[in-house]
């Protein structure tokens, strides 16, 4: 009996749930060694590497599934939050300004972008990021945090007041 890509992806992913990655891993494997061009596979390995705690094979398995889909958002995200995680902010800066290029109207990628520029302490440069992810996304709490706190750090004390007040008309 042939082994089906899709049903090893489905098992890998009721295995990985239940935290037995490299069972799951193993899966990923094999339905990649029949189908080796399917982002979702290597998409799903990725994820599975990371949340085993393996980032080096995460970011790998993630930059195949970028190389062939480097449309699809999720992917895109992950990427770049991996190389993120690593520590590697000029790589998030690549990875989404590639992605932004595709859509610019993401906002987790401009967010992702205001993160690694607060962390390389350019918070003016921080500042417009989180604004852009704002602008595009007004409730998304997690940039509004971002904003705020880079705010503060700049003193633009309206600026952080008027977040302020957006969290909290938002978690109401």
């Not at 295995?15 to 899966?27: H, K, M, R, T």
């Not at 706190?149 to 004390?157: A, C, P, Q, R, V």
């Amino acid at each position: 009996m042939t082994e089906n890509p899709e049903k090893l992806n489905n098992q890998a992913i009721i295995l990985a749930a239940g935290g037995s990655y490299n069972e799951a891993i193993a899966c990923f494997k094999r339905a990649i060694v029949i189908q080796k061009n399917n982002y979702l596979l290597w998409y799903n390995l990725g994820v599975t590497y990371r949340d085993a705690g393996n980032l080096g094979d995460a970011k790998n398995a993630l930059a195949m599934a970028y190389k062939i889909a480097p449309e699809n958002d999720d992917v895109v995200e992950t990427y770049a939050t991996i190389a993120l995680m690593q520590g590697q902010l000029h790589e998030v800066a690549h990875i989404c300004e590639e992605g932004l290029d595709l859509n610019p109207l993401n906002s987790h990628l401009w967010n992702l972008m205001g993160v690694a520029n607060f962390q390389a302490e350019d918070y003016e440069e921080a500042a417009e990021f989180f604004e852009q992810a704002v602008s595009i996304n007004p409730y998304y709490l997690d940039a509004l945090y971002n904003l705020r706190d880079t705010y503060s750090i700049l003193e633009n004390k309206s600026g952080e007041a008027e977040c302020d007040k957006k969290i909290r008309e938002i978690e109401k």
